[in-house]
């Protein structure tokens, strides 16, 4: 084991480093989200200011996710080769910087341009994230940490929505951007002057890293060299089902992230304010459901010994209760209506604490942020298909009820594929021959 740059390795009391960082990992999404969903709640004001139809706007939403998809295996590749604490760091720098320059813009096209931007950079959050999780965490409190980071999509979507709404009415669409990208440089910077992998780490002692290498089956290393190429991932049928199910999860989450504010606005006649404060609370759901679902997944794991049945039931019974968007569509009280979504996201976000363990649970050595690449780059088609498709619904019937609709079946055809497709779930075994090529 590489010990190497460690000073603090004497036994004694267990040192606690690795939750900092899952703090770390945390903020670091939460910013990833504020970026992305500042368009979402600027839409009605950008719309107007640029008069841009909801066709056009759905594409500006989607184009985001044609390169935040092509980049997830670059991105999860370089993580895995040149290690998490730079990829991370650029990729940081990367978005922020775009989200600052989407000011600038005054056409559809210059929109698409810095969407595009933005999303080569955020492309690398979170196979980085799964990759860190791989290498600071034990097994038994992956649910946990992934619950964590993970949330800092609901708290980047819901506690700046207001904020965010009240910076559009009072200052124009244009500042919420600039405020934001200042946010993520702030971030940089704490990142670099703390992280460092476990057994380079001033601050982990013996205890601490003992603590993480025993707990887990499959012992991530520094030296960075893959089994396989990532390719070869791909002929695994628990890569593909993670694929396909982590796709029809975001088909459906990212009519929150693109298009609610905009449903609140026009479908349910929300002031602007008034949408901001709504907006929040499927989120806020979300939060908790997410820790709950990471406590849950945890504690399944610890009980029976199975990583299948732990990720299994999170994942299924997540899905199936995300089924209830389809129900807001014929409500007609706005109560009834944001009480189902507030329902449909805590099960997506119950769904997601497993979702995001899964990589780190089935890839190869060293291969984990590669993984979480490949399973980020097939659901984020997800993200490109299902802005178009809403904003071509919106544009044809004049109402968001069928695209509701969709959002839920997508969600029960999620839970079928996680429960059937999805096999025992466990790390990979590479063939010896390429052991020896690795």
Request: some cysteine; glycine content about 10%; aromatic content about 12%.
């Amino acid at each position: 084991m590489n010990t190497q740059g460690n000073t603090n390795l004497n036994p004694g009391k267990r040192t606690n480093v690795r939750w900092m960082i899952a703090i770390l990992m945390w903020a670091a999404i939460a910013i990833n989200y504020l970026d992305r969903t500042v368009m979402s709640a600027a839409a009605p004001s950008m719309m107007k200011d640029l008069n841009l139809g909801p066709t056009q706007m759905g594409i500006i939403m989607s184009s985001f996710f044609w390169s935040y998809a092509a980049f997830q295996i670059p991105s999860g590749w370089l993580a895995d080769r040149f290690g998490q604490r730079i990829t991370l760091a650029v990729s940081v720098a990367w978005w922020s910087l775009a989200t600052a320059v989407t000011a600038l813009a005054k056409t559809a096209n210059g929109l698409i341009g810095a969407r595009i931007f933005m999303g080569m950079g955020e492309a690398g959050a979170y196979p980085c994230n799964a990759g860190i999780t791989a290498k600071w965490f034990p097994d038994r409190e992956r649910g946990r940490v992934t619950a964590i980071f993970d949330s800092g999509t609901k708290f980047g979507t819901a506690f700046t929505m207001p904020l965010v709404a009240w910076m559009v009415a009072v200052y124009g669409w244009q500042v919420p951007f600039v405020v934001c990208g200042a946010v993520g440089i702030l971030w940089v910077i704490a990142w670099m002057s703390y992280y460092k992998d476990p057994e380079q780490h001033k601050y982990v002692n013996k205890a601490e890293l003992s603590y993480i290498r025993d707990g887990q089956a499959k012992k991530e290393g520094t030296d960075n060299i893959q089994p396989m190429k990532w390719y070869e991932l791909l002929k695994y049928r628990n890569v593909a089902a993670m694929c396909l199910g982590f796709f029809l999860f975001n088909y459906a989450i990212y009519f929150f992230i693109t298009w609610f504010p905009t449903y609140l606005v026009k479908d349910r006649g929300m002031q602007l304010m008034t949408m901001g404060w709504f907006a929040m609370l499927p989120p806020l759901c979300g939060i908790l459901a997410q820790w709950a679902g990471g406590i849950f997944t945890d504690y399944m794991y610890a009980k029976t010994g199975s990583l299948t049945k732990a990720r299994k039931i999170n994942l299924v019974g997540g899905m199936l209760l995300a089924t209830s968007i389809a129900l807001a569509g014929f409500a007609e009280s706005d109560t009834v209506a944001i009480a189902l979504l507030c329902v449909s996201y805590g099960g997506l976000a119950f769904a997601a604490s497993a979702i995001w363990c899964l990589p780190g649970d089935v890839a190869p050595r060293n291969m984990t942020s590669v993984l979480g690449g490949i399973q980020n780059a097939a659901s984020n088609c997800g993200g490109i298909l299902g802005p178009i498709v809403t904003g071509y619904i919106i544009a044809t019937t004049g109402s968001f009820m069928v695209a509701l609709v969709i959002s839920g079946v997508c969600c029960l055809l999620g839970a079928l594929v996680y429960l059937f497709m999805l096999r025992d779930i466990k790390p990979i075994e590479v063939p010896a021959a390429m052991l020896k090529q690795g």
